[in-house]
């Protein structure tokens, strides 16, 4: 267990790549229950219901690895599936650990020097994140990093933009309704 944790800090500072992964259905398993783990865990932490941050974590999982397989089925590339998933998997899991820094920092109450601190720390991670999906698509579909970055930036503006909208009155809850 220490080495995959050991594999995937690696990962996220770019200094392995999801091909050193095995290809692995019951890592595979093992990895999306971590990440749905610390997805609700970070959304707990965002004051979020533990039902509602499963289900908002199971979105974003499905989405993910859907893509991810579409992708990898069009470009004829569905053998990396299993690494790849498992690669963004375990480094989604590590980062988003992280981001429980800045959200306790955030929650410490009135210090806007410490809320700036904190929104600058997130804004790093997600940046960070960025960058290492960018990595693993790199490796994944044979591209450029910076590719591999705008692929991921425009998943996370997909990502961002559908749970807004299938969540808004739970993640918004003094907005007004549209219309």
Known sequence: MQALIHFFIELCLLRRAPQDLPASATLLKVLVLAYLGVGILVGAATGQGLGEALVQTLVDTALLLGLLYAGLRWLARLPRFTQSASALLGSGAVLNLLVLAPLGMASGGDDSELTGLAALLFLALLAWSLVVTGHILRHTLDLTL??????????????????????????????????
């Open 146 to 179: 910076v590719q591999g970055a705008l692929i991921a930036i425009a998943y996370n503006l997909l990502a961002y933009s559908l749970l807004g909208a299938l969540f808004s009155s739970s993640l918004f809850p003094n907005r007004a309704p549209a219309g």
